[in-house]
């Protein structure tokens, strides 16, 4: 089952503006992550924000986090044709033992229009 | 690149037959994650393996199984394949199995069909 919760489902902007995708999630964690995935093949990590920390920065992505809400949001700024793509939170539960593994939103899928 | 290959790029089969994937790690890696991704979804955890032993598992039934090997590369086998299975299959290696050692590489895919 999917732990969190996309929104939008999709999003079409020009190029040149900022796009901004949200991620819900249920249960407490260690960290949450952002994946990108072209066209159905391997997904790319883009930024790992741990529950700690409340915003972080990468080149053109800035991410934030809200641990009272359970969500996190992704904002692409300068938005290029080469951002299409689908965008997915990942969630790694906060527990001691076992496989600390990515639990996955159903993804927002972005297109750039030139 | 993310050092992360995997094969078959694709693979078609028919219900009931059995199938094997194959995952090599990026050098250095020594954990191994297994998705499964339909259509339109985000990926679902199947199983981890660290240093050659399942560290843990999702929601999968047991004709799921996989291997680690010495090398740390892997496999992933289904058997008993249902239509359901059709779907693109993710490995994923990292350098360790928490906090930012577990940031996931993932290689391209396998994308099975089963008819």
């Known amino acids: 089952s999917q732990q969190g919760e996309e929104d939008p489902q999709a999003l079409s902007i020009q190029e040149g503006e900022n796009a901004t995708m949200n991620c819900s999630y249920k249960t407490s964690i260690n960290n949450l992550q952002w994946y990108r995935q ?27 986090l809200d641990t009272s809400k ?20 990942a969630t790694v539960p906060d527990i001691i033992q076992g496989a600390q593994k990515l639990v996955f939103g159903q993804g927002t899928r972005l297109t750039i229009n030139p | 690149e993310t050092g992360v290959t995997q094969s078959p790029t694709h693979l078609i089969k028919t219900r009931g037959q059995q ?16 998705y499964q991704q339909a259509l339109g979804q985000g990926p679902q955890f199947i199983f981890q393996y660290y240093r050659e032993e399942e560290n843990g598992r999702g929601n999968f039934p047991p004709r ?28 994923a290696s990292s350098l360790g199995r928490s906090g ?6 993932f290689g391209a895919g396998t994308r099975l069909s089963v008819l």
Do not use: M
Request: include cysteine.
């Open chain 1, 38 to 64: 072209n066209s159905g093949r391997g997904l790319v990590h883009l930024i790992l924000i741990r529950s700690n920390e409340r915003e972080k920065h990468s080149g053109r992505l800035r991410v934030t």
């Open chain 1, 70 to 89: 359970k969500s996190s949001s992704l904002l692409i700024t300068a938005s290029r044709a080469a951002d299409t793509a689908s965008y997915f939170c």
């Open chain 2, 19 to 34: 199938v094997t994937l194959r995952c090599s790690s990026q050098s250095g890696h020594n954990t191994v994650s297994w």
């Open chain 2, 64 to 91: 799921f199984s996989g291997l680690q090997f010495p090398n740390y590369s892997s496999e992933l086998n289904v058997n008993a394949l249902e239509l359901d299975d059709s779907a693109l299959y993710l490995c």
């Open chain 2, 100 to 105: 930012v050692k577990n940031i996931q590489y």
